[in-house]
């Protein structure tokens, strides 16, 4: 780690690349706050990890911070018992932008990831999460980008003994609470995979708990598919 804070806080800070509160860095207890990381640069997007980029934090809060491609609160870092809400991730560079809100890549264990916004994965995206609450994150459209969000809790992540409740895949997504990706052990309760009014009954708004995933061991209680696959499709 280039550098190690301890009951520090990391506020309004800008990157116009990677790590808009942090890069590389080892951050223990403390707060990382209304960050942002990435920039257009000569019609090329940046920006990965609004709050950090790499490194690690354990104790943590982490909101209100906004990457441009990846990882609103945290990119590639491993979390512990960490509190991650209120971040964005956007998708103003397309398709392979705007992927978790809280949290892109790496490693949470414990803690809380509630109330993320992105394009997909809304919660987390193509990470592994274990032991947290996953809680009202929503994947949907974050800006002129016109595309259904995927996995409103998690996208493309992998999942053991968390909570995932109350998340939204918007504007005609699907998984409300976790698409294409897998679960041990979880609870899904409550998500939502909204149907995009006009579109056909199997083509939006499907799996309100879980989409394309692998579940295993797993309870899956009152979610909603507004297309079709209340629980799972």
């Known amino acids: 780690a280039y550098s190690r804070l301890s009951a520090c806080t990391a506020t309004a800070n800008r990157a116009l690349f990677d790590g808009g509160g942090a890069y590389a860095s080892r951050l223990e207890t403390g707060q990382v706050i209304g960050n942002r990381a990435g920039t257009n640069w000569y019609g090329q997007r940046y920006g990965l990890g609004g709050g950090l980029y790499l490194g690690s934090a354990s104790g943590t809060l982490i909101a209100g911070n906004e990457a441009v491609l990846?990882?609103?609160?945290?990119?590639?870092?491993?979390?512990?018992?960490?509190?991650?809400?209120?971040?964005?991730a956007t998708n103003d560079a397309g398709t392979n932008a705007g992927q978790g809100g809280g949290v892109a890549g790496g490693r949470m264990v414990g803690g809380l990831l509630a109330s993320n916004l992105a394009h997909s994965g809304g919660g987390a995206s193509s990470a592994d999460l274990s032991g947290v609450h996953v809680l009202g994150n929503s994947a949907d459209v974050v800006s002129n980008y016109a595309v259904r969000g995927q996995g409103g809790g998690a996208f493309r992540s992998t999942l053991a003994d968390c909570v995932v409740e109350r998340n939204d895949a918007g504007w005609g997504?699907?998984?409300?609470?976790?698409?294409?990706?897998?679960?041990?052990?979880?609870?899904?309760?409550?998500?939502?995979?909204?149907?995009?009014?006009?579109?056909?009954?199997?083509?939006?708004?499907?799996?309100?708990g879980a989409f394309r995933s692998a579940l295993t061991n797993c309870v899956v209680h009152y979610n909603t598919g507004q297309g079709a696959g209340g629980g799972v499709a």
Do not use: I, M, P
């Open 173 to 208: 997504g699907h998984g409300g609470g976790l698409s294409e990706g897998s679960a041990e052990r979880c609870l899904l309760y409550r998500n939502v995979a909204q149907r995009k009014a006009g579109s056909g009954e199997f083509t939006s708004g499907l799996g309100g």
């Open 70 to 88: 990846r990882g609103g609160g945290a990119c590639s870092a491993a979390l512990t018992n960490c509190t991650v809400q209120f971040n964005l």
